[in-house]
């Protein structure tokens, strides 16, 4: 394996782990009504998979010998990220479970 197809696999494992995390947080914000329990299982959930990414990507790249700087600059675009995406996941639950509350007042009352 060289350098270049470690770099892309940390990247692509980033990618999916957003996505699983995002499902997870949709799934559990839809179920509760609750767009905080989505997003805390959202952020839970995304930096136990960015601390194992980063745990396989710190023994891969040592096998192929990457220098530390590329090291360093993809782990910190991808701390830098992770806000970013976690804000969106924030205002996306929100957004979904706010029609949810109204519809469940409703049947309730």
Do not use: H
């Not at 892309?8 to 509760?32: P, T």
């Not at 960015?50 to 530390?68: E, P, Q």
């Amino acid at each position: 394996m060289d350098v270049q197809k470690v770099a892309n696999l940390f990247l692509i494992f980033v990618l999916i782990a957003a996505g699983i995390s995002l499902a997870i947080g949709f799934v559990v914000a839809v179920k509760s009504a609750n767009y905080k329990k989505g997003y805390i299982c959202t952020f839970i959930s995304s930096v136990v998979f960015l601390l194992l990414i980063v745990s396989w990507y710190d023994k891969a790249s040592s096998n192929v010998f990457m220098g530390t700087i590329p090291w360093i600059l993809n782990v910190i675009a991808v701390i830098i990220v992770l806000p970013l995406y976690l804000l969106v996941a924030r205002f996306i639950f929100k957004k979904v479970t706010k029609g949810q509350k109204g519809t469940k007042e409703k049947i309730i009352g």
